[in-house]
T-cell receptor
Framework: NAGVTQTPKFQVLKTGQSMTLQCAQD?????MSWYRQDPGMGLRLIHY???????DQGEVPNGYNVSRSTTEDFPLRLLSAAPSQTSVYFC????????????FGPGTRLTVT | AQSVAQPEDQVNVAEGNPLTVKCTYS??????LFWYVQYPNRGLQFLLK??????LVKGSYGFEAEFNKSQTSFHLKKPSALVSDSALYFC?????????????FGSGTRLSIRP
């Protein structure tokens, strides 16, 4: 099992550009989520999905879109990048939304200039 | 509102000494409590959890945590620290029987073990 994979590892964007962060898992997990990690703030939930075709907003969803067309993939789209979106982004998955342990990807470090 | 606090940004311990990383929480109802570890340039890894039962829970890499309901704390401990334990540690809480989307992470404590 590759577990949770994320691409790219690093990305630099200019303000106003759009891009998609990719996330995939090969554990047949129903629940997937996206977090951003900022210094001194822990992880904050952006969006999550409880299964293919179902997504919902987390704590900080503004400026981000998600879709879940398959169980395996959960891409995060930045519509118009802003410097405030400079962060490290983590994708996570678990067997279900009620499961206790989440598995995290290695992260994408995004810088918006 | 639920919250979790890690009062120390950094904890420094000599190798071989016991270590404690502190965590306090506020949540309505019974809490589910977690510790995760993050090594440099890696995602978070699950260490241990408290759901119910024995207040002392054991996890990966020799770590354990003690749930104290009266003090609303869930401190992470290890009897003898290793240099390889140096990492960023996150405490997390969510209300019992809630979805994983309700989990709240603390701000993290950087643990540094000196040889």
């Amino acid at each position: 099992n590759a577990g949770v994979t994320q691409t790219p590892k690093f990305q630099v964007l200019k303000t106003g550009q759009s891009m998609t962060l990719q996330c995939a898992q090969d554990m047949n997990h129903e629940y997937m989520s996206w977090y951003r990690q900022d210094p001194g703030m822990g992880l904050r939930l952006i969006h999550y999905s409880v299964g293919a075709g179902i997504t919902d907003q987390g704590e900080v969803p503004n400026g981000y879109n998600v879709s879940r067309s398959t169980t395996e993939d959960f891409p995060l789209r930045l519509l118009s990048a802003a410097p405030s979106q400079t962060s490290v982004y983590f994708c996570a998955s678990s067997r279900s939304s009620g499961d206790y342990e989440q598995y995290f990807g290695p992260g994408t470090r995004l810088t918006v200039t | 509102a639920q919250s979790v606090a890690q009062p120390e940004d950094q904890v420094n311990v000599a190798e071989g000494n016991p270590l404690t990383v502190k965590c306090t929480y506020s949540v309505s109802g019974n809490p589910y409590l977690f510790w995760y570890v993050q090594y440099p340039n890696r995602g978070l890894q699950f260490l241990l959890k408290y759901i119910t039962g024995d207040n002392l829970v054991k996890g990966s890499y020799g770590f354990e945590a003690e749930f104290n309901k009266s003090q609303t704390s869930f401190h992470l401990k290890k009897p003898s620290a290793l240099v390889s334990d140096s990492a960023l540690y996150f405490c997390a809480v969510r209300p019992g029987y809630s979805s994983a989307s309700k989990i709240i992470f603390g701000s993290g404590t950087r643990l540094s073990i000196r040889p």
